[in-house]
């Protein structure tokens, strides 16, 4: 069984400041993890991915996500916010044992101050 | 097509009516997800295709959610006799294998509401 925990349904940033959107998963074997970026009235947009190459994973738009396994945690940031980073974004977890379907987690609504 | 295409964008039908909701994929894409995304909650997953078979269709909800894949293309998920609680915007991915390593496209859902 797998399962993602996404702690903060919104989280609130000014322009410039750190992001830190956060996200637990549950899995009985190695994850591999995910983080999608989805703006208003579009589709979700993977942002970037873990699947064992490095722990450190950087993606798109200057987001970066570390796996840390101790914690069992993939939280997403990215150093300075911009207007354009809000959005929701939602974690993701496969197992990849034969159900090729992803797990999502509740989403996180980020919004940026000016 | 360039991304994965659906049809209709919004959709507004009374209680009790069938729908049909269409996935267009990109081209070539072997797997199709069918995913449903409430208000305020994540993704629902509802069933996956391999070419035109079904290996899991485990997140259906109900008898009344069915879907189906011909040509390894086009794919149809029909609600009968829709109810209130099937309001959502419904999401479809498709992938040339599987999320690992090719990770989902996904087009910009079927908003559905049931009056």
């Known amino acids: 069984a797998q399962s993602v925990t996404q702690l903060g349904s919104h989280v609130s940033v000014s322009e410039g400041a750190l992001v830190l959107l956060r996200c637990n998963y549950s899995?009985?074997?190695?994850?591999?993890l995910f983080w999608y970026v989805q703006y208003p009235n579009q589709g979700l947009q993977l942002l970037l991915k873990?699947?064992?190459?490095?722990?450190l994973v950087k993606g798109i738009n200057g987001f970066e996500a570390e796996f840390k396994k101790s914690e069992t945690s993939f939280h997403l940031t990215k150093p300075s916010a911009h207007m354009s980073d809000a959005a929701e974004y939602f974690c993701?977890?496969?197992?990849?044992?034969?159900?090729?379907?992803?797990?999502f987690g509740s989403g996180t609504r980020l919004q940026v101050q000016p | 097509g360039a991304g994965v295409s659906q049809s209709p964008s919004n959709k507004v039908t009374e209680k009790g009516k069938d729908v049909e909701l269409r996935c267009d994929p990109i081209?070539?894409?072997?797997?199709l997800y069918w995913y449903r995304q409430s208000l305020g909650q994540g993704l629902e997953f509802l069933i996956y295709f391999q070419g035109n078979s079904a290996p899991d269709k485990s997140g259906l909800p109900s008898d009344r959610f069915s879907a189906e894949r011909t040509g390894g293309s086009v794919s149809t998920l029909t609600i009968q006799r829709t109810q209130q609680e099937d309001s959502a915007v419904y999401l479809c991915?498709?992938?040339?294998?599987?999320?690992?390593?090719?990770?989902?496209?996904f087009g910009s859902g079927t908003r559905l509401t049931v009056v």
């Open positions: 993701a977890v496969s197992s990849d044992t034969g159900r090729r379907a992803l797990t």
């Open positions: 873990y699947t064992s190459a490095a722990t």
């Open positions: 991915a498709s992938s040339l294998g599987g999320p690992t390593n090719y990770g989902y496209t």
């Open positions: 081209s070539g894409h072997t797997a």
């Open positions: 899995s009985s074997v190695p994850p591999y």
